[in-house]
């Protein structure tokens, strides 16, 4: 069965996920946060309250999608496109949330089906939307199925210098790190099945490049408070390898923020980046 | 009340513990594991088992120890002294362990008092023994209860340059990971508490030194093979700053390694070390 258009409106069951302190802990150093960084590292420093990065968004967030009402398409072609969050209300250190999943969107793009997905999730605590996840899958052989292009939306880059630039480098062993907040993919951390998909070695988690991308963006534009921060998107162009340096290059308007991670090759590996804050 | 000799040969109530594969990959990340030890620090790398860290015997064992019976200390000027672990099966990368603990010696140091502790851990899957940990505290100011001094037993490092000597390097946020295996010790992590326990700034987890130096025995003297590491022994001897660089020297005669770790600085951190293999 090939992408079914059709499936556009279906909405998931309600799926419940609880999250600790320490899975906010072991995310926040997954995506590079540290020594300097001890709100989100640790949550027993004095007069220091645990916070949550916003990006740990995407970890809790973001479930019960029904993925059997799209059709079917090979999921060694499929690549994660864009990704957006946007934030109601502070995550807390630990705690509860339901969510409901939709297919927003299938698009042709005549090679490949763009699937998008969007996510709402309520804090179970209080019952109070907390979060919204969406997200889009490129399915490369997957289009021709007679549909809608889609909007080819582009933004206008401020014809300027960066307003800030910030720069993180990943570790060689930064996937394996990340990958023990959920994504197990072996395309992170095993060599031979990353020689399979093309790559000379695993690459990192596009979710981790958002993760580091977002750290870049709470300290600089919102004094580190996650209150602060509320919607971030962008999309996955290209591979980072585990080690690469990651600079973010800031535009600021008003309270956007447009934005681009580079790596130190120069390539943009999170493009067409908005960030909204407070 | 003070330290209670009498409490040599009291024993604890069996205590249970459980632990994930998941918790031992976080334990390897937190001892300097990397892309370099997939069976260590992943669980689906194709053609590769996943294997533990024989150092994971401290996070698993070690427990119920009758602590109410040996008296009060003060814990601000307790430090670990010396950590000894007998492997007498390999540990399976998920699985329950229950433990007992018995107070083991105390000795009096005239400044100090030394508290030993023996745990005898058992695998509930096969009900065989899996390992044993021992440890000993040394409690400043409260020795002169007029018990015995106790052995004091040195090694005799051979007198030629090490047959092995291997250098791993921590990190800045190397407590930061460590931490999230169990010991969330605020000396390790909040510099104010650091400062007033007489610190700079946070130190390493003797257990984080500890095992970096595992790891280096293993893959030196173990061709990586947790199954052929039986036994280490050492002295926690000065405080490991995160990202001093750890150099293992390895003195080897049979299937007996004698072994110190030394800092950077010079510093011997990890003293009077002894492993056995096969």
């Given at each position: 069965m090939p992408i079914n258009p059709d499936a556009v409106g279906a909405k998931g069951d309600p799926v419940r996920r609880k999250w600790s302190s320490k899975d906010a802990l072991l995310y926040a150093l997954g995506v590079g946060a540290g020594t300097e960084e001890l709100p989100f590292?640790?949550?027993?420093?004095?007069?220091v309250k645990q916070r949550v990065l916003p990006t740990f968004a995407v970890i809790i967030g973001g479930?019960?999608?029904?993925?059997?009402?799209v059709g079917s398409f090979n999921p060694a072609l499929m690549v994660h496109g864009e990704q957006s969050i946007e934030l109601f209300d502070e995550i807390p250190p630990e705690g509860e949330i339901e969510s409901v999943g939709e297919v927003t969107a299938i698009w042709d793009k005549g090679n490949a089906a763009v699937l998008e997905f969007t996510s709402e999730s309520t804090n179970v605590a209080n019952g109070k939307p907390l979060l919204r996840n969406r997200m889009t899958l490129f399915c490369r052989?997957?289009?021709?199925?007679?549909?809608e292009r889609g909007p080819s939306i582009k933004l206008d880059y401020?014809?300027?210098?960066?307003?800030h630039e910030v720069t993180y480098t990943t570790r060689e062993d930064q996937a394996l790190l990340y990958?023990?907040?959920?994504?197990?993919?072996?395309?992170?951390?095993?060599p031979s099945f990353a020689k399979m998909g093309g790559f000379d070695r695993p690459i990192l988690h596009g979710l981790c490049t958002y993760g580091f991308t977002g750290r870049a963006l709470l300290h600089t534009l919102?004094?580190?408070?996650?209150?602060?921060f509320k919607s971030m998107s962008g999309r996955f162009s290209k591979p980072v390898l585990p080690g690469d340096a990651l600079t973010v290059s800031m535009w600021v308007d008003g309270n956007e923020c447009l934005f681009q991670t580079r790596t130190q090759r120069g390539?943009?590996?999170?493009?067409q980046g908005r960030m909204t804050f407070q």
């Open positions: 590292t640790t949550e027993n420093t004095r007069d479930g019960g999608a029904p993925m059997n009402k052989g997957e289009g021709g199925f007679g549909g401020p014809d300027r210098k960066p307003d990958r023990l907040s959920g994504d197990r993919n072996p395309l992170h951390s095993d919102c004094d580190s408070d996650p209150s602060r390539d943009v590996v999170l493009d």
